[in-house]
């Protein structure tokens, strides 16, 4: 095939646009099609339809629903509505809701005729489906529904009751359209029958559209319902727009003006021209389509909010939806929701442009639509797998969950069991259309029609989150030995719509397990004869191209998700970096968990482009070396990907023979000391480490450790331990910081409450004690979300505070405060304060003793109670008085659900520090939700203040403290605890001087290598005769030989962290002994008691053990910081030049100078001497000029040849992590030769693993 053909190159020829009648051709002929790879077929699908304006033919398309649309409004206006007024009047509104909901059940509205995919039966499929007994459901309840039908059957297989109920329900929705009044008598029964439908198939509550038009039903319960659908509409528009801002709904845009409207009066390419950041190179949104979408997401938010307003400014709020909605229209999207659109303008204009806010005053209605509106939409933005999406309201917002469905052509007789209207697989369908209807004239659709699913999905994988499919059916196909022309695919929305009778981005009713055994149990598949490949929305918070995951499962429909074939988690902005069918995953594992299971977790590349580098033989030793090093587990994230890649690919042979490997090679993205697969670490383990190191015995070396399985798990558990104790040592420094601002906020806190007492009514007054009161909330909430950062995962709070009584003093602050300051309120005083006040401060005095032991509830406990005693108390005191404020029925609900929360962790014995984690985000945020329903209070008049204060000041003053408490945990959320965590650990720990001290430990630990007997070890030919090597042996200009087993093993022991399969002696490769004449190979075949005399037995010759004595070879820290201060030299650009970056080159120790006093050198370099030195010098000068802009100087260079003392290598080796901790950056020059270069793989993995965190790393060359 042509090459242009596939880049979509402007030159070459991707077949004829659509027609009036005819859809976009495909450029390849049959036989051209089938010799195209499944990945080129995609690649030149996705290309096709990016360049023209419209695939399916738009006028044939318009004239279709033109006629639909006109049976919507002639049906409404001629059956049902009383036309002797105008349609805005009350009744002929409600008149109008319901008949929404019977259109739609109807099949005559939503996901009906050609953009529906139905292509048989345009209009009535929805109802004829629901109405026939054995088709699939999806039932809400699957064990009541089956107990409902006597336990005949499978739940998702729909019943003779199931279909009795349907009927009901569509006859109570004609009774209540044609009664002359719309009242409980004719809405209550509708209810009723909607709840037994949604019981057996919750297609049906979700054809109802109850996201929209039932709730609205429910308001018309009440006598302000007009409020409550005010409410309704609003939720609708401002949860839609939170739910675009995320990185996914720019590549809706793209998506959903193709086929649109004006699509074919527009010139071709003219869409991919303005959308497109470059097509064909780069099919991405351009920077004009993110604006867009931004702006377009903001307005869904800022409208609604305007709607809120008085006039003018409430009409800009409602026309501005009206004109969004017509936007959605012309697009025509597909699933047709036209009549959905029209109705939400219908409601724009009469809830806000007839009517003017006000919120609903009944009791009941105010609660439900807490529930639905505000509680439930929460959930579902945050854990979007938990909720569907249009319960959640989250439409059009390409975070969708989709799924497709694989069925071999050999189980096609077993598929066509399933009840339809029409064959799942639609292409089939619109062949037979297009053969009724135009015959010849439709000819030139055939090649389109044919590749019907293959155009859809290529149209769906430009959204980012679907990307992985395509490397999905290439495993797939590989592991059963399929061709992909031996299978059928089908994206789930045209598929479902004749499964399921209705979809509109609704995969949760095909993600349950009842809908996977409905399909066994009707169509007796065998195994690998049909499979769904599901793919997860992603979690909008914490908010970070590195935090939104795609999570995707293939799993044979035999087996079911637990037992995924394929699964994995990819983060989106890898997923976006690619192009639509250019992403490649790397081999996956099995398991019946999504996250972490393909390769690295983060990175996915084809294992084709890395097969050279396994078939390499130079690489085998950095392949060993590397595979140590991932063991150890100091391979950070911050690699440059390219490097990434290779190291893995050198890995693969290694892993697969490993019965031990487990993933801990890439570091957790915001704790780069601490590998992500490590479990949790359980409070006691780490006492018991605690007590290991204080031991006597806690110096043994590791090298009289057994190299047995037990003993290897037990080296990499208490590596895990060593991490988890540097966390909480952080964690506790981080704490410091939040029990400062703790005792600040509790005085600004006394501050206020004695000077509210003590100063006369004024407004400056006022205004000062408002201050105040402002900073101590904030104070107090910045305190919580420092402490929400806590390390959950290894951190037991309970035992953490239990070893630091003096904790609870300041813990005991705020209930402090608050049993002093609200003691006196009635009917419930602060007595849950008191009690939390008297059991923190007990710990604290009897845990400072150590000879009382009182049975005193723990801390964690008693500051669950005075979070109990902060929501509750003050809800049953508002609801005490003889006018309560609107707002305290929804703080009462709020205070209800966050105790329950609390006791549901108490019942459910939670671990210590989820509860505290849990009950004092609730607490603060309940207070936040508070002063922002009393400042709501005040300003509608539904509360007095004190006589004589100021209600604006109060107003003011409840708005900020509201702001001042949700901010800071909203901004956690936002951030990430484990990113806030990092920040703050980068700030209050790492600071340059504590940078080095690191630096000079780490030198240490490196130099304290260990020995094994049998191990390789090199001699100088003059030593063997000597009994004894001296230290001095090393020194000179010849360099030390590199002993990989010796010295690696033992810099890796020394941390704990070795796990290797493999025996020391199997570990060192093979040396080319005429390469070093110098020196002979040996073994160790002695080692005394503590390790620090050796004796070695030379492979060749007679001679005799030769004994090495090393205790004066490690230096303590302390001399090491000295040495590696007092030799510590760096390099000017100014002297620099391209010859001395050739191999050739020779010392240069005199072109570096000492550094000066509080000087920081700025790039620490990394490179390969056998690289390009013209190359290098380029990216040197091009890194210079652009540092030179930026700081006004040229930067300084540590380079080891120059900086180093070529006459005493060893001493400048030895204190090598010291001169990275003083540099501030690492500059990696990247050449050719770098990766395969052992000493630059061991530079790069383990100089990276000295870096502090949040230190930054530049990738040149």
Known sequence: MNESLLTGSKDCNLGEGAGIINFASVPLDDDAWKRTSLRDRLRLTSLKILRDNAFLPIPAVISTYVPIGLIWWFGFQCIFMDTSTSLLTDLNMKRLLVYQVLHGLLGLGATSSLLGFRFKWHLGSTAIHFLTPGTLCSPLLPQVANLLNFGRGVPGQRSILAVVSFAAYIALLLRALLAPELGASQLLPIYLALALCTVFDFTIYLASRGEHYVYMLVC?????????????????????????????????????????????????????????????????????????????????????????????????????????????????????????????????????????LSLPSSLFLQSFLVLVLVLIPLFGQLYPTLVPFLIAYRPYAGNWRFQWYIVHKKALPKHQKLKTLEDPFTGNNLGWMYRMLFGKWGAASKSAIERWDWFLTASIIYVPAYRPLVSILEKLCEENGWDIDDVLFSHSEAYQNQVFGWSLGTGWIAARECTREAFNAICQFGKAEMYFVQFEPCKPLPYGRENHVIQFRCFDVTEGPENAQIHGAVPYAQLAASQPADLYLSEGQSGDDLVETWETGEACWSLDKCVHWQKDSACDANGLHLRMLLHSGVIPQSIPPELLHQHHAILVPFVSQDPLWRPISVMDPDLPHLPRTLSAVPSESIRQLGRRAASPDSSTPLSRVSASKSSRRAQIEEFTLHMALERLRVFYAVLQVGLILLACGM???????????????????????????????????????????????????????????????????????TAAARVSELPMPRALSLITVLGLVGRGCFGLCRRFHLPLPGAVFLLELWCLDMMVSPSVNGMARADPPRTEILLSLLALIGAAVIIALWATRSQSTIRFYVATNLACSWSGFYFAGRAFDLAMGYQQWEVGRQVDIAIVAAVAMSAATLLPLLGVSIVGRRRLFKALGDKFEHSRSRQLQSGAFMAMLLDSYFVQRGQPWWLRQHALETETVPENTFNGNTPRPFDLSASLGSKLSSIDSLCSAATPASMMPEMDMSARPDFVKGRVVQVSKDGSVFWVKPEIGEHRSVKVDRRQQVIPWPQLLELGRKNLRCMDWQSQSEELWSQNAGPGFQLSRPVAGGEVIDFFVSHSWSDNSHRKFRALHFLAEEFHVRHGRYPTFWVDKFCIDQSSVEDGLRVLPVNVMACSKVLVLCGSSYPSRLWCAWELCVLLSFMPLGLQQDMRL
């Not at 309704?232 to 801002?245: D, H, I, P, T």
């Not at 809120?308 to 409602?318: I, W």
């Open 747 to 817: 005085l600004f806190t006394a501050a206020a409450e004695l000077l509210w007492r003590v100063l006369p009514p004024g407004r400056t007054a006022e205004w000062v004690v408002s201050a105040i009161s402002v900073c101590s909330w904030l104070l107090t909430s910045l305190t919580v979300s420092i402490a929400s950062t806590c390390p959950i995962e290894e951190l037991d709070l309970a035992s953490f505070i239990e070893a630091r009584p003096n904790l609870c003093f300041f813990m005991a602050l705020p209930p402090a405060l």
């Open 220 to 356: 018309l319960m009440f006598p302000d319902w007009r409020n409550g659908m005010q409410c309704v509409q609003l939720a609708l528009w401002s949860w839609a727009g939170v739910s675009k801002m995320g990185p996914w709904f720019q590549y809706v845009l793209p998506f959903i003006t193709k086929d649109s409207a004006v699509a074919n009066l527009l010139p071709r390419g003219f869409l991919a021209k303005i959308m497109l950041a470059d097509f064909p190179r780069d099919v991405n949104p351009s920077m004009f389509t993110t604006v867009l979408a931004w702006t377009g997401a903001l307005l869904e938010i800022v409208f609604p909010a305007l709607c809120c307003c008085s006039v003018p400014l409430r009409y800009v709020g409602a026309y501005g939806m009206i004109a969004y909605h017509f936007f959605i229209g012309v697009c025509m999207p597909f699933a047709s929701v036209f009549e959905w659109n029209f109705f939400c303008m219908i409601l724009a204009y009469y809830l806000f442009v007839v009517n003017q």
